[in-house]
């Protein structure tokens, strides 16, 4: 079965860091997929954030650039999000998703992805 499965949110000060993670089963997580993360904040759309493509090109959205780190380990079939300097507006669910060979304008732009139960990071004081 092919599954991605997130992790690693959690309750954190502003200017804290956490690091989530997406353990893929059913299929090698490696650079023949383009993986990236995906932010729904409460009562807004989810929106991508973070992106490899297989090329290895990494990109980031304005909002997080700079201070998320986005990186893939295929022996362990995980991908990570490094997530430092976070802010309240970075409060909400986060997901990851891969999409066989493409780039990361498609992975953003796809609608016909299957969502996980994803992983709550909230930013407070």
């Known amino acids: 079965q092919v599954m991605l499965e997130e992790s690693g949110g959690g309750l954190v000060q502003p200017g804290g860091s956490l690091r989530l993670a997406c353990r893929a089963s059913g299929f090698p997580l490696n650079d023949v997929y383009t993986v990236g993360w995906f932010h729904q904040a409460p009562g807004k759309e989810r929106k991508g954030i973070s992106c490899?493509?297989?090329?290895?090109?990494?990109v980031y959205s304005d909002s997080v650039a700079g201070r998320f780190s986005i990186s893939r380990d295929t022996a362990k079939n995980t991908m990570y999000l490094a997530m430092n300097n976070l802010k309240p507006e970075d409060t909400g669910l986060y997901y990851c998703?891969?999409?066989?060979?493409?780039?990361?304008?498609?992975?953003?732009?796809?609608?016909?992805?299957?969502w996980g139960q994803g992983t709550l990071v909230t930013v407070s004081s």
């Open positions: 998703q891969a999409l066989y060979a493409s780039n990361c304008d498609r992975l953003f732009s796809e609608d016909k992805f299957q």
């Open positions: 490899i493509s297989t090329a290895g090109k990494t």
